[in-house]
T-cell receptor, first 113, second 112 residues
Framework: DAKTTQPTSMDCAEGRAANLPCNHSTISGNEYVYWYRQIHSQGPQYIIHGLKNNETNEMASLIITEDRKSSTLILPHATLRDTAVYYCIVRVGTDNYGQNFVFGPGTRLSVLP | KAGVTQTPRYLIKTRGQQVTLSCSPISGHRSVSWYQQTPGQGLQFLFEYFSETQRNKGNFPGRFSGRQFSNSRSEMNVSTLELGDSALYLC???????????FGDGTRLSIL
């Protein structure tokens, strides 16, 4: 079973920031938080991952709470092309023999014009 | 840099047949994982290979198998196909197993 819970769906106005929450209250100290998204008919696309510090790259920012029990993916200026299903996953980042990515149902983000 | 390449993109088979799907990882990536995606079950992990060795295996029957070659390319095989095997099969590669995975666009398998 997935170790994360996400809202089923969200809407965001084009040009505004999209904030996608994820709860991972049972996360272990050596587990990273990963975010992927999947646009219809394509394979999942890696967005960002982090352990405990906030992370930013050219696609998004990842904010992890101090207790690491939840996180938020921020798309700073959402476009129509950001409409997709967003998956939040926790996974051991180091020697992960026996671990794998467990995808939940994700959040369906609709960016509206 | 070319992404993960999966062939073929679409495949139609009948029950009882077998099928082999191919995956070429991103150049330099040595870890390859396979997933099955269906509307009912979502994305489910099949297996992971690294240095030609299977490291992890998901909860799928023995009809599902895979292998990895010395050049890191991977194949998965499904024997005695069933209607329920109709799905999008996704391959993902990473430099090593504990790094972010990058996915191909999958092979859509339809069983008639």
């Amino acid at each position: 079973d997935a170790k994360t819970t996400q809202p089923t769906s969200m809407d965001c106005a084009e040009g505004r920031a999209a904030n996608l929450p994820c709860n991972h209250s049972t996360i272990s100290g050596n587990e990273y938080v990963y975010w992927y998204r999947q646009i219809h008919s394509q394979g999942p696309q890696y967005i960002i991952h982090g352990l405990k510090n906030n992370e930013t790259n050219e696609m998004a920012s990842l904010i992890i709470t101090e207790d690491r029990k939840s996180s938020t993916l921020i798309l700073p200026h959402a476009t129509l092309r950001d409409t997709a299903v967003y998956y939040c996953i926790v996974r051991v980042g180091t020697d992960n023999y026996g671990q794998n990515f467990v995808f939940g149902p994700g959040t369906r983000l609709s960016v509206l014009p | 840099k070319a992404g993960v390449t999966q062939t073929p993109r679409y495949l139609i088979k009948t029950r009882g047949q077998q099928v082999t799907l191919s995956c070429s990882p991103i150049s330099g990536h040595r870890s390859v994982s396979w997933y099955q995606q269906t509307p009912g079950q979502g994305l489910q992990f099949l297996f992971e290979y690294f240095s030609e060795t299977q490291r992890n295996k998901g909860n799928f029957p023995g009809r599902f198998s895979g292998r990895q070659f010395s050049n890191s390319r991977s194949e998965m095989n499904v024997s005695t196909l069933e209607l329920g095997d109709s799905a999008l099969y996704l391959c993902a590669s990473s430099l090593v197993p504990n790094q972010p995975q990058h996915f191909g666009d999958g092979t859509r398998l339809s069983i008639l």
